[in-house]
């Protein structure tokens, strides 16, 4: 069945780095678009990137410059390395395999990217 499990989550000062990966397994892991979501206390599920099979992607501008997401279809992985973090990042960080990442040359909005699989969150805490 598909998986996809979350790693790599912790507790940074303002400032600090951390990298998150995503293992996926269950489908071809190559053909299909990939995210990474996050939920803040108390607010609504947002996204954070999406990476398509070739390795496009896309970010939300609240982290733009500051987050790159990758991956390595080989190891069917999904990274997401987190720099320059700030206390407004401070939410649980979810991967996702999404069901459309918009059409060929174009994306969707983050906001609007449907999700077949969620994996159970990893969480990330960052203090001043």
């Known amino acids: 069945q598909v998986q996809v499990v979350e790693s790599g989550g912790g507790s940074v000062q303002s400032g600090g780095s951390l990298r998150l990966s995503c293992l996926a397994s269950?489908?071809?892991?190559?053909?299909?678009?990939m995210g990474w979501f996050r939920q803040a206390p108390g607010k609504g599920r947002e996204g954070v990137a999406s990476?398509?099979?070739?390795?496009?992607?896309l970010y939300a501008d609240s982290v733009k410059g500051r987050f790159t997401i990758s991956r390595d279809n080989a190891k069917s992985t999904l990274y997401l390395q987190m720099n320059g973090l700030k206390p407004e990042d401070t939410a649980m960080y979810y991967c996702?395999?999404?069901?459309?990442?918009?059409?060929?040359?174009?994306?969707?909005?983050?906001?609007?990217?449907?999700?077949?699989?969620w994996g159970q969150g990893t969480q990330v805490t960052v203090s001043s």
């Open positions: 996702a395999r999404v069901q459309n990442c918009g059409p060929v040359g174009g994306w969707l909005p983050l906001s609007k990217m449907s999700v077949a699989y």
């Open positions: 990476i398509r099979g070739t390795g496009m992607s």
């Open positions: 269950g489908f071809t892991y190559s053909s299909y678009c």
